[in-house]
């Protein structure tokens, strides 16, 4: 694999990642916004009220989406992780760090519109059941691979302690899916990922299918521009270097 | 072996060792992570009057009895056994019958549970209101209560 780079390998060289990255965002841009708008129109002139829920239903279209962008958010971080530990790659540990914010964002995202829908169908803001709980143990995982981050200098170390965490944090992401079917809780089950037919009749279902794409591409948008970033961050970092290590030397011949 | 291999596999040992230990965790604190028990579980679990507690079921068709202001009284069922439950306070918008409940208090000496505090449970099932009335007269589902009992 060293001597011949595959797509992933040559995806890891920082330089083709921000070539090919640089052509396809703007793409996937405009695909995000086309996505959005026909998502939202869906929602707000398409989507019936519920039988029970009445227009209450329409926090869903926000909050599953959002749901869905936490867990796989994490999958992300746990996965770049992962090959950041095995293969030592930096663009490993770049991909990892630039997900935390954007997860951690829809995984509060989730919190406040479920607790927005929780009270006037519930009667209350918030329980301490399983659902719930171990979403909140998912945002301040985040929250903690983010200090993590910032409270380590050397970009190798910070990243290898960062992978480790967030393996171990991935033990929660089963549980977060599995919580309704394992535990009595308060939140519902799945409605869309069950063995039979989606629980969600179809004039619901197709504006929230839409929606959860429209999100995921978000998503994408938000994580590479983060990820391009965080690459320049690093060379603008590396060039300083180089200045003071320059300027010493030249401080030094003069001496 | 490479170092690449030895570290993937020092990897996969971690996560089974740390998955079977957070398994194990979970499985032993069952009774603490439940948010509700069911009257089933009331009556195996032999649970003492007085215990604070929460009780889950449905709200049993035809329990539902208004008593003065806001007293009410009914019955929370998981289909085999029935828990008869008082309670004084505003019910949520979604409490009916044959829909999930969880009410939050102490079982009485008579075997009454007397609830501090009501919560709606709602289903995973979303429709416009003209498909459930469509499905009603059909006879194909019941409301509420049918669908969470499938589950």
Same mark, same amino acid.
């Given at each position: 694999m060293a001597d011949t780079?595959?797509?992933?390998?040559? &995806? @890891?060289?920082?330089?083709?990642?921000l070539k090919l990255s640089g052509a396809v965002l703007p793409w996937l841009t405009g695909l995000t916004? $086309?996505?959005?708008?026909?998502? %939202?129109?869906?929602?707000?002139?398409?989507?019936?009220?519920d039988y029970?829920?009445?227009? !209450?239903?329409? $926090?869903?279209?926000?909050?599953?989406?959002?749901?869905? &962008?936490?867990?796989?958010?994490?999958?992300?971080?746990?996965?770049?992780?992962?090959?950041? #530990?095995?293969? +030592?790659?930096?663009?490993?540990?770049?991909? =990892?760090?630039?997900?935390? /914010?954007?997860?951690?964002?829809? !995984?509060? %995202?989730?919190? $406040?519109?479920?607790?927005?829908?929780?009270?006037?169908?519930?009667? !209350?803001?918030?329980?301490?059941?399983a659902r719930l709980t171990s979403v909140l143990i998912l945002f301040f995982l985040y929250l903690g691979l983010m200090a993590l981050w910032q409270a380590i200098e050397e970009p190798s170390r910070a990243g290898r302690a960062a992978a480790i965490l967030a393996i171990v944090g991935s033990v929660n992401l089963?549980?977060?899916?599995?919580?309704?079917?394992?535990?009595?809780?308060?939140?519902?089950?799945?409605? #869309? !990922? +069950?063995?039979?037919?989606?629980?969600?009749?179809?004039?619901?279902?197709? /504006?929230? &299918?839409v929606m959860m794409v429209a999100f995921t591409a978000l998503f994408?948008?938000?994580?590479?521009?983060?990820?391009?970033?965080?690459?320049? +961050? +690093?060379?603008?970092?590396?060039?300083? #270097?180089?200045?003071?290590?320059? @300027?010493? =030397?030249?401080?030094?011949?003069?001496? | 072996m490479t170092r690449k291999q030895r570290r993937s596999v020092l990897i996969a040992t971690c996560v089974a060792v740390l998955g079977v230990a957070v398994g194990l965790v979970l499985f032993a604190l069952e009774d603490s992570i439940v948010f509700f028990y069911s009257p089933s579980d009331i009556a195996e679990k032999n649970i003492k009057p007085g215990q604070r507690i929460r009780i889950g079921g449905l709200v049993e068709e035809g329990s539902v009895k208004r008593g003065d202001g806001t007293q009410v009284q009914f019955a929370v069922t998981d289909t085999a056994k029935t828990l008869p439950v008082t309670y004084i306070g505003v019910l949520p918008d979604l409490f009916r019958e044959g829909q999930g409940v969880v009410a939050e208090g102490?079982?009485?000496?008579?075997?009454?549970?007397?609830?501090?505090?009501?919560?709606?449970?709602?289903?995973?099932?979303?429709?416009?209101?003209?498909?459930?009335?469509a499905l009603r007269k059909q006879g194909v589902w019941q409301g509420a209560g049918q669908a969470a009992k499938a589950n």
């Open positions: 780079p595959g797509f992933f390998g040559r &995806l @890891a060289n920082p330089t083709f990642f916004v $086309i996505l959005m708008l026909v998502g %939202l129109y869906l929602v707000f002139f398409f989507a019936p009220p029970q829920q009445g227009e !209450t239903v329409k $926090i869903m279209f926000i909050h599953a989406p959002s749901a869905w &962008l936490a867990m796989m958010g994490y999958s992300i971080v746990t996965i770049a992780s992962i090959g950041s #530990l095995i293969w +030592r790659h930096p663009m490993a540990d770049v991909a =990892a760090k630039a997900a935390l /914010p954007i997860g951690a964002c829809f !995984t509060l %995202l989730a919190l $406040i519109t479920g607790s927005l829908w929780g009270k006037p169908m519930w009667g !209350t803001y918030w329980v301490w059941d089963p549980i977060i899916k599995f919580s309704v079917d394992w535990w009595h809780t308060l939140h519902q089950p799945a409605s #869309l !990922t +069950r063995l039979d037919a989606p629980a969600i009749h179809p004039s619901i279902l197709i /504006p929230l &299918l994408f948008v938000l994580h590479l521009t983060a990820m391009r970033t965080e690459v320049l +961050r +690093r060379r603008v970092q590396a060039l300083r #270097l180089t200045q003071v290590d320059a @300027a010493r =030397a030249g401080e030094g011949a003069r001496a | 102490k079982l009485g000496g008579d075997g009454i549970f007397v609830a501090e505090s009501v919560l709606a449970k709602h289903d995973e099932n979303y429709m416009p209101p003209e498909v459930a009335e």
